[in-house]
T-cell receptor, first 115, second 112 residues
């Protein structure tokens, strides 16, 4: 069964609105979650690393004020796309794993379309 | 930081033939190398992985080889089937809580 649950799987919003995406770890406590973005026919690009109880670390070029990440518990991390614009339309995917094993599990992804 | 190169970007094979996808990595500290299959509109699914203390791993029709000296690893799919058609990504990371770095992906088409 699923190890990482992501919601919603698909969302359409108007330009200027905010959208929240949830990522839940179902089988273990996730101290770290990774958020990736994938544009059509491209690879997964890391946006940020979120650690439970602390501020997220953002990759170069990713606006932290636009992509708000909250990791308030060991099973839930959220990504909020604030004041979304059409160029933010993408496939957002979260990932987490059990520390030393190395294996990372991915959510099913959330496809955001901004009109 | 880590950089992962993946080739080819597209690959078409006849059903029943083998498919090979190759990746190289740059960071000698990387020690975990997974392969993911991604179908349209879905998140990546882990299909096989290998760690740096192993040179080869096989799971039914899928195998992965790792050459630490040359810093490259490969995915081998034998007896390909149409349902193997998807985008395949290689990735690399070191231990602990570091993120995966992905290759650019290979779109595999298996022609019936």
């Amino acid at each position: 069964g699923a190890v990482v649950s992501q919601h919603p799987s698909w969302v359409i919003c108007k330009s200027g609105t905010s959208v929240k995406i949830e990522c839940r770890s179902l089988d273990f406590q996730a101290t770290t979650m990774f958020w990736y973005r994938q544009f059509p026919k491209q690879s997964l690009m890391l946006m940020a690393t979120s650690n439970e109880g602390s501020k997220a670390t953002y990759e170069q070029g990713v606006e932290k004020d636009k992509f708000l990440i909250n990791h308030a518990s060991l099973t839930l991390s959220t990504l909020t796309v604030t004041s979304a614009h059409p160029e933010d339309s993408s496939f957002y995917i979260c990932s987490t794993g059990q520390g030393g094993t190395g294996e990372l599990f991915f959510g099913e992804g959330s496809r955001l379309t901004v009109l | 930081g880590e950089n992962v190169e993946q080739h080819p970007s597209t690959l078409s094979v006849q059903e029943g033939d083998s498919a090979v996808i190759k990746c190289t990595y740059s960071d000698s500290a990387s020690n975990y190398f997974p392969w993911y299959k991604q179908e349209l509109g879905k998140g990546p699914q882990l299909i096989i992985d290998i760690r740096s203390n192993v040179g080869e791993k096989k799971d039914q029709r899928i195998a992965v080889t790792l050459n630490k000296t040359a810093k490259h690893f490969s995915l081998h799919i034998t007896e390909t089937q149409p349902e193997d058609s998807a985008v395949y990504f290689c990735a690399a990371r070191d231990s602990g809580n570091t993120p995966l770095v992905f290759g650019k992906g290979t779109r595999l088409s298996v022609i019936a």
